[in-house]
């Protein structure tokens, strides 16, 4: 009967209303959606109505409605931005995007007639949860970690980032506490973590994956020359890529420790993200290294950071999955993160990438930067096994496993409205 049932269900267009402030492949949470969501349309001809402040890069959005098929339908709803900080925007966007679905339309599906589905915390009223990050857990770091950065602004800056943790976390305790919400984790580790703060033994786990058809080792060997050379790293140069925000969680302070250890190396590290770059080049002067050191904002070609890197270091405090990681293994780049990184479930350490045991452990990383540095052979088995393993995470299986989770809760939900009625 459990098997009729799925199968019936995969058969049956769902309804999808999709709430997130903005979409793009930019971002690892959003690049994540976006794949998701493309293929919930044109392949499973899903009816998805997407509340967000932007949009860029979304297959099924860009085709035009003249050569646009028939059982493709994606409906963008703009949803009003205000300029001014991050925290209230978010309380902006927060409430501007619930007024703007409960506004009665013709093109927007009515109540009980579909599936409301959000990345993280967006509204009260979402039914699944996609949990990419756990704010609980950013707040608790950011408390026990209070700050290097001694000018006002920098502590302006972190007094600001502690108060939206400090309301996320709020509103996580509210929403993920609630059993009739279902919840998705994109790793292991933040299901564990749903588990011990919120008491969720019934999380299902959708992992991110990687289109190994651009992020592979060909791709990345084709732009290497250009890549390096419009930055002008040298032919002897191992370079460090780390991409990601929050930079003191995803373990800068402890690259640059490592490199300071490894100081006769020719290690170079390159950062990418939008973070304040001003506290990290301040602590790698210090260290007497800066000259080492380039900080560069996203791009959406991020396969030239793949390409510019040899190694790709991640000693993160805290990552719900760890996308970039996937991506560089993907590229057949060795890739180093640690035990509080989601990525790590899918690593053999020393087989097909390094997984910290201590991300704060700089001696064990300047150990293993040298050994990678020392072993070029070893760097390159590494990186084709890591390649070898990221083909088995694709974006295929991770539509495919929250489109189960959506028709199961479609499926309860037209339930109970036959019952009730």
């Known amino acids: 009967m ?26 690892g949470t959003e690049r994540a959606l976006a794949e998701q969501l493309d293929r919930l349309v044109l392949r499973y001809h899903d009816q998805v109505h997407l509340y967000a402040q932007q949009l860029n890069d979304m297959q099924s959005a860009s085709l035009d409605a003249s050569n646009r098929p028939a059982n493709v339908s994606f409906h963008w709803h703009r949803v009003p931005k205000i300029p001014g900080p991050h925290l209230v925007q978010f309380l902006c966007w927060f409430v501007s995007n619930t007024l703007i679905r409960k506004w009665p339309s013709k093109r927007r599906p009515s109540p009980g007639d579909h599936v409301i589905l959000s990345p993280g915390i967006n509204c009260l009223d979402a039914e699944v949860i996609v949990v990419h990050a756990l704010f609980c857990r950013l707040a608790e770091l950011s408390r026990a970690h209070p700050g290097e950065h001694l000018t006002l602004r920098h502590r302006v800056h972190q007094l600001h980032r502690r108060l ?14 609630d059993p009739k919400v279902s919840l998705a984790a994109v ?7 749903l588990a011990q703060y919120f008491g969720r033994t019934d999380v299902k786990i959708v992992p991110n994956g990687v289109d190994c058809a651009q992020f592979c080792p060909a791709a990345r060997l084709a732009k290497r020359q250009n890549a390096r ?58 260290l007497e290294i800066a000259d080492r050191c380039r900080w560069e904002r996203p791009n959406t070609d991020v396969m030239t950071f793949y390409a510019a890197a040899d190694i790709y ?19 057949g780049l060795p890739a180093i993160t640690s035990v509080f990184a989601g990525v790590c479930a899918l690593i053999h350490s020393e087989v097909d990438g390094f997984v910290l045991s201590d991300p704060h452990d700089t001696q064990t990383l300047g150990q293993l930067l040298k050994r990678l540095f020392d072993d070029h052979d070893y760097r390159l088995r590494i990186g084709q096994a890591a390649a070898k393993t990221a083909e088995r995470y694709t974006w295929d299986r991770s539509a495919q496993l929250l489109r189960e989770i959506l028709s199961d809760r479609a499926s309860k939900k037209r339930d109970a409205l036959a019952v009730s009625a």
């Not at 459990?2 to 492949?25: K, N, Q, W, Y």
């Open 229 to 286: 050379g419009l930055r002008n790293f040298r032919d002897t140069d191992v370079v460090l890529l780390l991409i990601g925000n929050d930079w003191r969680v995803k373990g800068v302070p402890a690259i640059l420790a490592a490199i300071t250890a490894a100081r006769a190396l020719p290690l170079q590290l390159l950062v990418v993200g939008t973070d304040d770059p001003g506290p990290y080049l301040k602590l790698a002067s210090r």
């Open 2 to 27: 459990a098997l009729i049932r799925r199968t019936l269900l995969g058969s049956v267009d769902l309804r999808i209303t999709v709430v997130t402030p903005f979409l793009d492949r930019r971002h």
């Open 187 to 193: 790793s292991p580790r933040i299901a564990g973590l």
């Open 164 to 177: 939206f943790y400090l309301l996320l976390s709020a509103l996580e305790r509210r929403i993920y506490s």
């Open 313 to 331: 270091v991640s000693p993160s405090q805290e990552d719900s999955f760890g996308l970039p990681v996937l991506e560089a293994m993907a590229c």
